[in-house]
């Protein structure tokens, strides 16, 4: 059984960068099956994808944070991570971690999420 | 992107009953790329349903899924104590993937 289990700060200020971890159990990440992905949900947006990585490498983001995402991988912990920089109040919101069973289209990668982590609540506030 | 609609954004019914929710998409979801979540408080969305209508591992047999196009339909057979909870349709037949708003079904 797949497990993911996110980890970071729960309180940020404005304009800093937000950094969470997702550790993988029961599964590797090194996975040629499967993508890893973010996705964020709060009461004004509801659940949006961020983005998702394939082995350390491959990386696919959602064009509307893409200018302040970076997600990475790191194999050997079997681990993924989250960077968001120079958030806002508007970025509070959980952060869950899931596992992206993916396809290719002409638009770009695309797929559902079956294993979730159990989030972790990120507060941006001065 | 595509936005998706769902409806009603209440669903007010008793055990036993049977629960109809409607997902709506602004475009066509290609290949019936169309998943169906269930969230209950506190705890991280479930996959019910991809491909609009196989189930996931370990769902059971009350929950199925239908549609193509830009209408899909998630169907609770007989509703049991623990299927009180949000349900959300996820399209990712073109990318970002998107999600509803969601629909809440609550105990009448």
């Known amino acids: 059984q797949v497990q993911l289990q996110e980890s970071g700060p729960g309180l940020l200020k404005p304009s800093e960068t937000l950094s969470l971890t997702c550790t993988v159990s029961g599964g590797s990440i090194g996975s040629s099956y499967y993508y890893w992905g973010w996705i964020r949900q709060s009461p004004g947006k509801g659940l949006e994808w961020i983005g998702s990585v394939y082995f350390s490498e491959n990386t696919h983001y959602n064009p509307s944070l893409k200018s302040r995402v970076t997600i990475s991988a790191d194999t050997s912990k079997n681990q993924f991570s989250l960077k968001l920089s120079s958030v806002t109040a508007a970025d509070t919101a959980v952060f869950y971690c899931?596992?992206?069973?993916?396809?290719?289209?002409?638009?770009?990668?695309?797929?559902?999420?079956?294993?979730w982590g159990q989030g972790i609540l990120v507060t941006v506030s001065s | 992107e595509i936005v998706l609609t769902q409806s009603p954004g209440t669903l007010s019914l008793s055990p036993g009953e049977r629960a109809t929710l409607s997902c709506r998409a602004s475009?066509?979801?290609?290949?019936?790329?169309l998943a169906w979540y269930q969230q209950k408080p506190g705890q991280a969305p479930r996959l019910l349903i991809y491909g609009a209508s196989s189930r996931a591992t370990g769902i059971p047999d009350r929950f199925s899924g239908s549609g193509s196009g830009t209408d899909f339909t998630l169907t609770i057979s007989r509703l049991e104590p623990e299927d009180f909870a949000v349900y959300y349709c996820q399209q990712y037949g073109s990318s970002p993937q998107t999600f509803g708003p969601g629909t809440k079904v609550d105990i009448k």
């Open positions: 899931a596992r992206h069973q993916y396809y290719y289209q002409t638009s770009g990668l695309v797929g559902y999420f079956d294993y």
């Open positions: 475009q066509s979801v290609s290949s019936s790329y």
